[in-house]
Structure formats: structure tokens, C-alpha cells
């Protein structure tokens, strides 16, 4: 018995078809895609572990799998299968919203304005810490369902707005219970350096976070309560400065996590050097990046994962998008979800890197698919549609993949399915006339 057979498709994008970790400068829009013609489609055969066993036109499937059996099966004429989304950066634990904060930023306050008066991290670690488990827990569940319904099926996902022992394992732990409960995957990140608390310095925030946040992580990771695969510091000026930050992420990489961490973002920190420097797997942001950061990051091939979101909501300028495809640096894409930017929909995030960070669509499929599967090191598994793989896809309900994309908020009625592990995750509804 296999899990899941789609017939029939329009098209099928690999993304890439020779086992490539990430792909880099013209490779990015040079998908791989096997095109159905006139008289025949493509099958995707998924087997009883939820993995991708062929790819191939449907006549070769049929005579190969003449007496199987499926689980389910998908009749896609006419349609579209792609991966499923990865979302490399995204702070989804938290409760009491900051609608508040946007009339605040359209009046002309800045990011960091907003955080001088109270609002920003600190306002949302106050509601953080006084919210029980099941409080974050109910949040979080929606958040995610409704990232997996606009085609997310792994994504990573940060704690941050706890910034104490107690807090942030609160956070770990809900995110720990979500992976066990929902079809969505997710990459835990660590990042109790994600702010200053009110009433520490600097250097008593990295002191509690090395000496006492990182040691109880590793207690927990040791007793198997939560799994948790990178570590963030919220490198910024006011915030977590270079040495500090570099302290953090030592420490971090010391029991094993993964660097992934927040840099350049509102001022020039150098922080794309020092990510190369430590062996970074992935710094977000970098829209202060400098020239020389944009070559250590293509040299240690360190991956850039880009938030357009961000820029958008807080008027930011741009990251170079352009520049570090040029220079080789792999590019990945994130929603960075959280309660600045609240945007859980990868497809709006493609589209806005489309028209204000110039990227192709081809290279928005890539930066959300392989190379969002190798900023959380899972790019082996995932990311591609490729025999081995794991069985991510989403049928797309029109004769091109670029549909997804192009129509600018139409997820919800372009993606028909959402596959995860070869079993429909999500369907469109059927709404009568």
C-alpha cells in the first residue's frame, strides 16, 4: 500500500533533481520542472513512509504500478505540484497583540522609537510571562494552521519574549508540545538574547543568558523535554552588540546548536562578518549589510535569510537581495511572523521580494523551498521534490506555478492541497454557488 499517488499534473517543480544543498547566483532561477503535454500528465508516487519513491510521466507510472494500492490519489489535470513552503524566520509564541504600534509607526515612530517608549519586545515579554502554557499554546495552534494553509509545512520558529529561564522554556515547551500535535514541521530557535530585559544592562542580559538560560536548555535537551536545533542573539545597536553577541553564539555552539541569528538589520554591526567568522549555518535581515559581510558570506556560504516583510512595515530600506545573488551568498526568504509583522503567508512574503527586493519568481521558489531548507540544515530531506525526500507539496490550482506568486493575496484559493509526509494536510473548501 502506498500513501499518496497525484496524476495528471500540468507541472511538477523539482526545484533542483541532483541532491544540491542549496543553490546560489544563476542556479537560483534555473528550476528544475518536469512539463506534461497535450496527452499526458506527471505523477508523483509518495510510498508508506511518506516519502517522494518517483516522479515520472503518468504512462510510466501506470506500467509500473499496475496492481498498487493508495491510500489516497489526487487527480491534478491541469494543475500544478511544488514543494512546500519552508518560513526560515518566524516568532510565533506570544500573546497581546501590537495593533497599536502600527498606528504609532504610519504616524512616523521608528522601530527602535517604539521600543524607547515601552512598546516593541518589552511590551510583548510583559503579557509573555504572565500567560500560562495553554495560553501561548492556543495562540501558537492557530498561528500555525494558518501558516500551513497558505502553504508553510516547516517552518522555523523562535522563543525571544520570555528573556528569562523560566519564560523562554516556557516558550520552548510550547513549541515542543506543537510539533507533537500539528501536521506542521518546525525548527526550534533559542533566543533569550532577543532583548535587553527592563531594569538589566547589557552585560548582565548576557550573563543570565550563557550562565543560566543556556545550561537549563541543555538540561531540558538532555532529558529529552525539548529539542531545540539553533540559537539567535538579536545582534543590533542598543541591543546585543558584536562582542556580546559573539559570546552568546559561542556559548550556544558549545551544547550543540546551530548559529541562525538576527544581524545588520537597523545599523551596520558587522554582523554578517562575524556570522562567517563562527561558522554560521544563517544571519536574517542584513539590510545594513556591507560589501566586505556580503563576500564573507559568500565565501563561508553562510545563508542570508531575508525578511521583506520587515522593510515594508518599518519603512526600512531594502537588503541588497540583488548584490548577494550577484556575489554568490545563498538566499533564503522568511515571514519573520511576530507581533511587528504580522504576516504568515509565504506567497505574500515571494511576492513582496519579487517587486522590492527584485528578485525573480523562480528565485523566490528557490530562497522558500531549498534554500530555506538549508538555513535550519534540513535541505538533505526537504525543500526539493526529489526520490527520498520527504513527501512537502502543495497542488496549485492553475496551469502555471507562478499563479501562486503573481496573485498578490490568492493563496487561499490557488493552493488546493497541502501535502505533509504524503498525507493531505489541507484542502481548499468547496463553497457552493
Not at 516556557?170 to 508540545?177: A, P, S, T
Not at 535581515?285 to 566586505?292: G, K, N, P, R, W
Not at 499563479?403 to 497541502?418: C, E, N, R, S
Request: negative net charge; charged residues 25%.
Amino acid at each position: 500500500m502506498y500513501k499518496l499517488r497525484i496524476r495528471r499534473a500540468k507541472q511538477v517543480v523539482l526545484v533542483c533533481k541532483n541532491r544540491e544543498r542549496i543553490l546560489t547566483g544563476e542556479s537560483m532561477k534555473n528550476l528544475a520542472i518536469l512539463e506534461g503535454g497535450h496527452d499526458r500528465g506527471v505523477s508523483v508516487v509518495v510510498d508508506n513512509a511518506g516519502k517522494i519513491e518517483l516522479i515520472a510521466f503518468d504512462d510510466k507510472v501506470d506500467q509500473e504500478y499496475t496492481n498498487c494500492a493508495f491510500e489516497e490519489e489526487i487527480d491534478a489535470c491541469g494543475m500544478c505540484v511544488i514543494p512546500g513552503l519552508i518560513d526560515g524566520h518566524t516568532h510565533p509564541v506570544w500573546v497581546g497583540d501590537r495593533v497599536h504600534e502600527f498606528a504609532m509607526k504610519l504616524a512616523g515612530a521608528t522601530y527602535m522609537d517604539v521600543h524607547k517608549r515601552g512598546g516593541g519586545i518589552g511590551f510583548t515579554v510583559e503579557h509573555v510571562r504572565k500567560a500560562t502554557e495553554e495560553e501561548l499554546y492556543t495562540s501558537l495552534r492557530k498561528r500555525l494552521v494558518r501558516m500551513l494553509r497558505s502553504g508553510t509545512t516547516l517552518a522555523e520558529a523562535k522563543s525571544g519574549y520570555g528573556l528569562d529561564v523560566e519564560s523562554e522554556m516556557k516558550m520552548l515547551r510550547v513549541l515542543e508540545r506543537a510539533k507533537k500535535e500539528l501536521p506542521i514541521e518546525i525548527s526550534s530557535t533559542f533566543c533569550g538574547a532577543h532583548s535587553v530585559p527592563k531594569g538589566s544592562t547589557c552585560e548582565e542580559a548576557t550573563s543570565n543568558v550563557i550562565n543560566e538560560q543556556i545550561p537549563k536548555l541543555q538540561e531540558l535537551m538532555k532529558n529529552k523535554e525539548i529539542t531545540v536545533d539553533n540559537i539567535d542573539v538579536f545582534c543590533e545597536k542598543g541591543v546585543f552588540g558584536i562582542d556580546e553577541t559573539r559570546r552568546i553564539l559561542e556559548a550556544g555552539k558549545a551544547v550543540g546548536l546551530s548559529l541562525n541569528f538576527h544581524g545588520d538589520e537597523l545599523h551596520p554591526m558587522r554582523a554578517a562578518e562575524l556570522g562567517a567568522e563562527l561558522g554560521a549555518r544563517a544571519i536574517s535581515h542584513l539590510e545594513e549589510v556591507s560589501e566586505e559581510g556580503i563576500q564573507a558570506l559568500s565565501a563561508a556560504s553562510v545563508i542570508a535569510v531575508l525578511l521583506p516583510t520587515t522593510a515594508y512595515i518599518l519603512r526600512l530600506k531594502c537588503p541588497p537581495a540583488r548584490a548577494m545573488i550577484k556575489s554568490g551568498v545563498p538566499v533564503a526568504l522568511g515571514s519573520d511572523f511576530n507581533p511587528n509583522a504580522f504576516c504568515l503567508s509565504m506567497p505574500l512574503t515571494m511576492h513582496l521580494a519579487c517587486v522590492n527586493l527584485h528578485m525573480t519568481m523562480e528565485e523566490c521558489l528557490t530562497a522558500a523551498t531549498i534554500n530555506a531548507a538549508a538555513s535550519l540544515g534540513r535541505s538533505h530531506t526537504h525543500g526539493s521534490l526529489e526520490p527520498g525526500k520527504v513527501a512537502d507539496m502543495l497542488v496549485i490550482d492553475a496551469p502555471r506555478w507562478e499563479h501562486l506568486v503573481y496573485q498578490l493575496g490568492g493563496h487561499d484559493d490557488v493552493i488546493k492541497f497541502v501535502i505533509k509526509n504524503g498525507k493531505i494536510a489541507h484542502s481548499r473548501p468547496c463553497y457552493g454557488m
